[in-house]
């Protein structure tokens, strides 16, 4: 698509902002004139993820932990709401913390915006479909989700977020966005955060088996990091409500994926298989209509183009 809506913004809070996605928005968001300050406690974010934009006009860092507070004075006409451990790993290492940010975290975001009659946007993400049991997935898909098994800190708290901008929304008037995000991947991952691609990147640099789970033939559909922040930003500025799926529009197995790193990575690598998790879904692929017809939105970086990306950045990075 040619059309993508972008607004100019004056004062951007980016909840998060020291995380992979959320390092990036605070970037974005810079270049395009806007003031921005980033809120993070630096649990799973890493303050080298914003090194290069402190001392940059317009922009503030600010260490804390939004579910306890949210201490920005300063009004402003956008809040992006990403503060949230995401990994796998770190949402085992987190779970309660994972489930404070969701609910509480989010409270606190949504009061800050309610209070600056503020535009929010809520990072949500596909494990509200949980193990889905039909692909693709849309908006309306209620999702297959377990409430106790291993990932349920991660999936309901995001579930509960969802519920909480939407109540926000209906009985206080705030201006409310929720965003649903797929597999998103790029450089500025850290390599010790569990998801497949920064796994098996860092494996095949290092020589090392790459660690496939269950027979490797479970789908993901991956969005290269620039296509994610810019239908972000999109549906900011777009005034829809959501929810909306921001992700690929293709699948990939993840033994397809591990032999396509081997392959870009020139490594000699060799594939291991290991026990899958439990609750792992089998298939996770959006449907991505809505972003399309409403947005104007689709992402344009290929799987292939976007490893090779990656992987040049894991090379001289990590």
Request: hydrophobic share 40%; glycine share 10%.
């Given at each position: 698509?040619s059309?993508?809506?972008?607004r100019?913004?004056?004062?951007?809070?980016?909840?998060?902002?020291?995380?992979f996605v959320?390092?990036?928005?605070?970037?974005?968001?810079?270049?395009?004139?806007?003031?921005?300050?980033?809120?993070?406690?630096?649990?799973?974010?890493?303050?080298?993820?914003v090194?290069?934009l402190?001392?940059?006009?317009?922009?503030t860092?600010?260490?804390?932990?939004v579910?306890?507070?949210l201490?920005?004075?300063?009004?402003?006409?956008?809040v992006?709401?990403f503060?949230s451990?995401?990994?796998?790993?770190?949402?085992l290492?987190?779970?309660?913390?994972?489930?404070?940010?969701g609910?509480?975290?989010?409270?606190n975001?949504?009061?800050?915006?309610?209070?600056?009659?503020?535009?929010?946007v809520?990072?949500?993400?596909?494990?509200?479909?949980?193990?889905?049991?039909?692909?693709?997935?849309d908006?309306?898909?209620?999702?297959?989700v377990?409430?106790v098994?291993?990932r349920s800190?991660?999936?309901?708290a995001?579930?509960?977020?969802?519920a909480?901008?939407?109540?926000h929304a209906?009985?206080?008037?705030?201006?409310?966005?929720?965003v649903?995000?797929?597999?998103t991947y790029?450089?500025?991952?850290?390599g010790?955060?569990?998801?497949?691609?920064?796994t098996?990147?860092?494996?095949?640099l290092?020589?090392?088996?790459l660690t496939v789970?269950?027979?490797?033939?479970?789908?993901r559909?991956?969005?290269?990091?620039d296509?994610?922040?810019?239908a972000?930003?999109?549906?900011?500025?777009?005034?829809?409500?959501?929810p909306?799926?921001?992700?690929g529009a293709?699948?990939?197995t993840?033994l397809?994926?591990?032999r396509?790193?081997?392959?870009l990575?020139?490594?000699?690598?060799?594939?291991?298989?290991?026990d899958?998790p439990?609750?792992d879904?089998?298939?996770r692929?959006p449907?991505?209509?809505l972003?399309?017809?409403k947005l104007g939105?689709?992402?344009?970086?290929?799987?292939e183009?976007g490893?090779?990306?990656?992987i040049d950045?894991?090379?001289?990075?990590v």
């Amino acid at each position: 698509m040619s059309r993508v809506i972008s607004r100019k913004w004056g004062h951007v809070v980016v909840t998060g902002g020291g995380g992979f996605v959320g390092s990036r928005l605070c970037a974005v968001l810079l270049d395009a004139g806007a003031d921005v300050t980033c809120v993070d406690d630096l649990s799973t974010g890493r303050a080298e993820n914003v090194a290069a934009l402190r001392g940059r006009p317009g922009f503030t860092f600010v260490r804390a932990d939004v579910a306890e507070e949210l201490p920005v004075d300063r009004p402003a006409d956008l809040v992006l709401h990403f503060a949230s451990p995401s990994s796998p790993a770190d949402c085992l290492r987190l779970p309660l913390h994972t489930l404070d940010t969701g609910s509480l975290g989010t409270r606190n975001a949504l009061r800050l915006a309610h209070r600056a009659d503020a535009r929010f946007v809520l990072a949500s993400a596909s494990g509200v479909y949980g193990a889905p049991r039909h692909s693709p997935q849309d908006e309306r898909y209620r999702g297959d989700v377990d409430p106790v098994g291993p990932r349920s800190a991660h999936d309901e708290a995001k579930r509960f977020a969802e519920a909480l901008t939407t109540a926000h929304a209906e009985t206080l008037g705030t201006d409310t966005c929720v965003v649903r995000l797929f597999n998103t991947y790029g450089p500025g991952m850290r390599g010790d955060d569990g998801r497949a691609v920064s796994t098996f990147v860092r494996q095949a640099l290092a020589g090392e088996p790459l660690t496939v789970t269950g027979d490797g033939l479970q789908t993901r559909s991956l969005c290269y990091i620039d296509d994610t922040v810019s239908a972000v930003l999109a549906a900011a500025a777009h005034g829809m409500r959501g929810p909306v799926n921001i992700g690929g529009a293709s699948e990939i197995t993840m033994l397809g994926l591990a032999r396509l790193v081997i392959a870009l990575a020139g490594s000699r690598s060799e594939i291991r298989y290991i026990d899958r998790p439990v609750d792992d879904p089998a298939v996770r692929r959006p449907d991505i209509t809505l972003a399309r017809d409403k947005l104007g939105w689709e992402p344009h970086v290929a799987t292939e183009e976007g490893l090779r990306r990656t992987i040049d950045w894991f090379r001289a990075n990590v």
